[in-house]
């Protein structure tokens, strides 16, 4: 299940604010980027001990999961994505960069620890993000 920061209105509105700023940001001469919009994805794990009690398919799953994400890294997708810790209990992020006509509740849905019902991801649309540039 796709779970959203905020209501559709909100989303929308910061989808269209961010599509918006990346023209004038960028302008005509770089439209590639207009056609961008980026998000943090938040995974939570099904408890708050998950990583230290994972039975063995989660395991296999999580290895799964993380060859997914590393593969959306391969195809410019994610931008990075790692574990964090935290006392309250583990979770995932990623930074996703996408297409303006894909869906990031459609893409993270086919993650592999998502798809055996384990855990499910938040999304929280970005107005824009700026990255290092790695040459």
Request: hydrophobic share 40%; with cysteine; charged share 20%.
């Amino acid at each position: 299940m796709a779970h959203f920061a905020g209501d559709n209105a909100a989303m929308s509105l910061a989808n269209t604010i961010g599509r918006a700023t990346r023209l004038l940001v960028f302008g005509l001469n770089e439209q590639w980027r207009f056609l961008m919009k980026y998000f943090l994805c938040k995974f939570i794990p099904p408890r708050p001990n998950f990583l230290g009690t994972m039975s063995a398919d989660e395991k296999e799953w999580m290895k799964q999961h993380g060859r997914f994400l590393d593969s959306l890294l391969d195809q410019g997708l994610v931008v990075a994505h790692g574990p964090v810790i935290d006392s309250a209990g583990g979770y995932g992020v990623s930074l996703f960069q996408l297409p303006d006509e894909q869906d990031v509740a459609e893409l993270t849905s086919q993650d592999p620890i998502v798809r055996n019902g384990v855990g499910h991801y938040e999304h929280f649309p970005m107005l824009h993000l700026k990255v290092r540039d790695s040459s």
